[in-house]
């Protein structure tokens, strides 16, 4: 069973950055589709981010394209989210999945493993 931990959140003025990171317990050849999603209080899960390990190009949610960009780094196993430019709206529990690519990459329903989530708040 693939076990994924989010680290990198943190408590930021707006304009700031972070780097997430989403880091998988054991190294494996095998390629997964992984995402970033996102929950803020009161508000549904939605899918920031998301990539085909085996390459390809990454998606985005239109309200993050041009500030955040995701990655992975295969040899570390680590899948990467750069959050440039932080609103407050960005503030909100992250969370990184992975999955066998089964559809939609922002459809949150396929993805087998989630990782415990790491927080971001964004202060104005």
């Known amino acids: 069973q ?12 707006a304009g700031d950055s972070l780097r997430l990171s989403c880091a998988r317990s054991v190294f494996t050849t095998t390629t997964l589709c992984m995402g970033w999603f996102r929950q803020a209080p009161g508000k549904e899960r939605e899918g920031v981010a998301g990539l085909y390990t085996g390459g390809g190009t990454p998606h985005y949610a239109d309200f993050v394209k041009g500030r955040f960009t ?3 780094d295969n040899s570390k196993s680590t899948l990467y989210l750069q959050m440039n ?26 993805y087998n493993y989630w990782g415990q989530g790491t927080q971001v708040t964004v202060s104005s």
């Open 70 to 72: 995701v990655s992975h």
């Open 2 to 13: 693939v076990t994924l931990v989010e680290s990198g959140g943190g408590s930021v003025q």
């Open 85 to 110: 430019s932080l609103k407050p709206d960005d503030t909100a529990m992250y969370y990184c999945a992975a999955g066998t690519c089964g559809g939609s990459w922002y459809d949150d329903s396929w």
